[in-house]
C-alpha cells in the first residue's frame, strides 16, 4: 500500500511538473484570441490572434494576427493591432498592410508601449497571402524582458482601414467610425475588434 502511494505521488509530481509546459502555448487551433467573421470589411475582419515562442529562438516572442484577406496591394493602409499587459504595462504590436503615401506596397511592424505619447521600434515580420496571417517577431528586450512563468494577460487585437483618401488627411478609421456613430451611421465596416467584450485568454511566457 505504501509503494502505491509513493507511486501515486510520484505521478502526481511529475503532472504538476509538465502541466505549465504544455497548456500554456497559443496555436491557430487554441489561439488566445479569436472572433466571428462577417461583421466587418474582409482586409479588416478579425478571424483569431494568437502568442507563440520557439525554443530555438527563446529570445523572442510571436504574435499572429489572422484576417479573412490581406491585401498587400491596398491603395489606403489596413491596420492591426495586438495589445497586452505585463506587470501592470500595456504593450502594442502593430503590423499595417498596403500601399502608403511614400509609395510603399507590403508590411511594416512596430512594438512598444501603448500609449499617445509612446515610442515604437521597427521589427521584423513576414505574411502569408495564403493564411492570410501576420507574424510579428518580437525581440522579448523591447516588452519589459519577460522570463519564463510570466502571464501576459488583458489580450486585445483591434484592425482599421485608412482609405486613400483617410491617409491624405490623415485621419484613422477609428475616428472616422465615432463620427458615424455620432451621426447615427454605420461605420461601413471599416473597422473590428476581438473579443467583442472583455479581453482574451492569458499567455504565460514559456522561455
Not at 491603395?75 to 503615401?101: A, C, D, R
Not at 519589459?144 to 510570466?150: K, Y
Amino acid at each position: 500500500m505504501r509503494k502505491k502511494i509513493t507511486g501515486i505521488l510520484i505521478a502526481m509530481l511529475l503532472i504538476t511538473t509538465i502541466l505549465p509546459l504544455t497548456v500554456c502555448a497559443g496555436d491557430p487551433e487554441n489561439p488566445e484570441i479569436s472572433d466571428a467573421t462577417g461583421d466587418a470589411r474582409a482586409n479588416v475582419d478579425l478571424q483569431k490572434a494568437w502568442f507563440s515562442e520557439d525554443s530555438t529562438t527563446p529570445e523572442y516572442l510571436y504574435i499572429t494576427i489572422q484576417v479573412v484577406l490581406l491585401q498587400p496591394q491596398y491603395q489606403g493602409t489596413s491596420q492591426n493591432v495586438v495589445l497586452w499587459t505585463m506587470n501592470n504595462v500595456k504593450y502594442l504590436v502593430f503590423g499595417g498592410v498596403g500601399k502608403y503615401l511614400d509609395g510603399v506596397n507590403g508590411l511594416y511592424v512596430d512594438v512598444g508601449r501603448a500609449g499617445i505619447f509612446s515610442k515604437f521600434t521597427k521589427i521584423n515580420g513576414s505574411m502569408d497571402l495564403n493564411t492570410n496571417t501576420i507574424t510579428c517577431k518580437i525581440p522579448k528586450s523591447l516588452i519589459g524582458n519577460p522570463h519564463a512563468g510570466d502571464v501576459l494577460t488583458k489580450t486585445y487585437a483591434g484592425t482599421s482601414q485608412r482609405t486613400p483618401l483617410m491617409e491624405k488627411l490623415g485621419r484613422d478609421a477609428y475616428f472616422m467610425t465615432r463620427f458615424f456613430q455620432k451621426l447615427g451611421k454605420s461605420s461601413l465596416g471599416w473597422m473590428d475588434q476581438a473579443p467583442d467584450s472583455g479581453y482574451g485568454k492569458d499567455y504565460i511566457i514559456q522561455y
